[in-house]
């Protein structure tokens, strides 16, 4: 997985509060009057280690994990999929922009499975960067189900798109979830072997949950800002404004990197490609910025130009999807192409390259299904004579 991200000060202008190693030592305490909510029992030692599980091993995984360990603040146990061999023996070989060059570095756990939460393994914290694929079983509430405590554990959804959220509120109403917005530039460019050139910052912030106090979540928030950030390494914020900053990047998301996975032309060879910035990106963005205005979010008037130029032309970045599709793998469209859809026409919004981008996804994405035998169609007729 590789995201390419900008300078939050220029192009996110961002309205928040990065918390400074010297409070970390403060133990989070929930408000009294938020009942049936038993979150960070643990944390009441201010030298205690929040317990993570973290889910999914990639190259994003393996920078935020190291994040998380390289500050003492966590014991991350990470679940790794494809790379669990290279990984479980061999550890992390990484060659990182922002903590240098590392050999053979392991978490505290690595596991090739969800831990059972019945079985002892209870976490503080589960933190998801694995592509959010919804239209592709299991979903991502089933998936982490095994290792949730209700009332207790705090999920993390650093994970693209919008809306992400609610199947996470409906499965566990009394868990706290919060956003994580990613802008980092890392890859893994064989099993175990992570290569960060871009500098991690994480915008963390509390999603909405109706059940739950908003200063309950918002100090969970907080608290994470706090753990993550503790070695020093990376920029982890406070964000005040999730919905804001998750309309923002669809801007690049839903238009650049789905046009680039369908035309099978990175970000520097769309933007040359005669007309193709002109007639499809730039209406495809300017579809999200309308929509992200319906539903309460003004953006910035530069957005457009913002996120076109984002990635130095002659960088040829291939965005996450079309590396996806490149390598057949299932690609997030429902979450960054129609979820948006749907919001910007249900408040009246025209949005017709975005249409058509979405149902050109979907096609893509049937393919690799019948590819994977997740879809069965009749056999091919004899017609010759």
């Known amino acids: 997985m590789r995201t390419i991200g900008v300078d939050p000060g220029k192009r996110w202008n961002i309205q928040s509060a990065t918390l400074k190693p010297q409070a970390h030592n403060l133990p989070f305490i929930p408000p009294a009057n938020d009942k049936g909510h038993e979150l960070f029992d643990i944390m009441a030692d201010v030298k205690s280690k929040a317990s993570v599980l973290l889910v999914g091993g990639g190259s994003v995984g393996a920078i935020a994990a190291l994040n998380l360990e390289t500050g003492k603040q966590a014991a991350v146990t990470i679940v790794c999929r494809s790379n669990f061999n290279a990984v479980s023996q061999n550890g992390y070989n990484i060659k990182s922009c922002d903590h240098g060059k590392i050999n053979n570095w392991k978490p505290t756990k690595v596991l090739n499975a969800i831990p059972k939460a019945s079985e002892g393994s209870t976490f503080d914290y589960i933190v998801c960067v694995t592509k959010n694929v919804p239209d592709v079983p299991p979903s991502l509430s089933d998936l982490i189900r095994p290792a949730v405590v209700p009332g207790k554990t705090v999920i993390v959804l650093i994970q693209n798109g919008l809306n992400i959220e609610k199947p996470l509120i409906a499965a566990y109403p009394q868990n706290i979830v919060l956003s994580g917005v990613s802008l980092i530039g890392a890859n893994e460019p064989s099993p175990g072997h992570i ?77 040359l490609a005669d007309d193709a910035v002109a007639h499809l990106v730039r209406p495809a963005m300017l579809e999200i910025v309308a929509a992200a205005k319906a539903a309460g979010h003004e953006l910035p008037a530069t957005v457009v130009d913002d996120m076109i130029e984002m990635d130095p032309l002659d960088m040829y970045l291939p965005p996450s999807m079309l590396s996806d599709t490149r390598k057949g793998n299932f690609i997030e469209y429902e979450n960054i192409l129609g979820e948006p859809l749907r919001e910007g026409e249900k408040l009246g919004v025209p949005m017709p390259t975005l249409r058509v981008l979405y149902y050109l996804c979907q096609a893509i994405q049937w393919k690799n299904k019948e590819l994977r035998g997740l879809v069965s169609i009749p056999p091919k007729g004899n017609y010759v004579t």
Request: hydrophobic residues 35%.
């Open 195 to 271: 290569d960060q050139d871009f500098p991690d910052t994480l915008f963390i912030g509390a999603f909405a949950n109706p059940n739950l106090s908003p200063q309950t979540q918002k100090a969970a928030a907080e608290d994470f800002v706090s753990r993550y950030s503790a070695g020093g390494k990376t920029q982890c914020s406070l964000d005040t404004r999730v919905d804001w900053t998750r309309w923002r990047k669809l801007v690049y998301n839903s238009c650049l990197n789905s046009i680039c996975a369908i035309t099978d032309l990175d970000t520097g060879r769309i933007r």
